[in-house]
Nanobody, 119 residues
Framework: QVQLVESGGGLVQTGGSLRLSCAAS????????MGWHRQAPGKQREWVAG???????NYAASVKGRFTISRDNAKNTVYLQMNSLKPEDTAVYYC?????????????WGQGTQVTVSS
């Protein structure tokens, strides 16, 4: 059974940084695509970033240049480094795992971690 556990959320001021972590278990992590998504109050969940099993990465336009996704296969963990945070980045952030080596579509979800950016 795949389990994904996010951590690292919190309250930060505009312009600050946070690093989210997602620890995975129950699968062969190194061959799975991983992603980060977010959901702001009253809005639909949106994709933020993804990494393939081969380490290729991709980002939503709204975070490109500010966020960095990375993975440590030895630790079964995927990270999201978030810099230059803006109030519009406030959301619950979820990590996902796909059945395949691509990061989309997501098949498993974590429980989410809250990120709040104050102005």
């Amino acid at each position: 059974q795949v389990q994904l556990v996010e951590s690292g959320g919190g309250l930060v001021q505009t312009g600050g940084s946070l690093r989210l972590s997602c620890a995975a278990s129950g699968s062969i992590f190194s061959i799975k695509g991983m992603g980060w998504h977010r959901q702001a109050p009253g809005k639909q969940r949106e994709w933020v970033a993804g990494t393939t099993s081969g380490g290729s990465t991709n980002y939503a336009a709204s975070v490109k240049g500010r966020f960095t996704i990375s993975r440590d296969n030895a630790k079964n963990t995927v990270y999201l480094q978030m810099n230059s945070l803006k109030p519009e980045d406030t959301a619950v952030y979820y990590c996902s795992q796909s059945h395949s080596g691509s990061y989309y579509p997501p098949n498993y979800w974590g429980q989410g971690t809250q990120v709040t950016v104050s102005s």
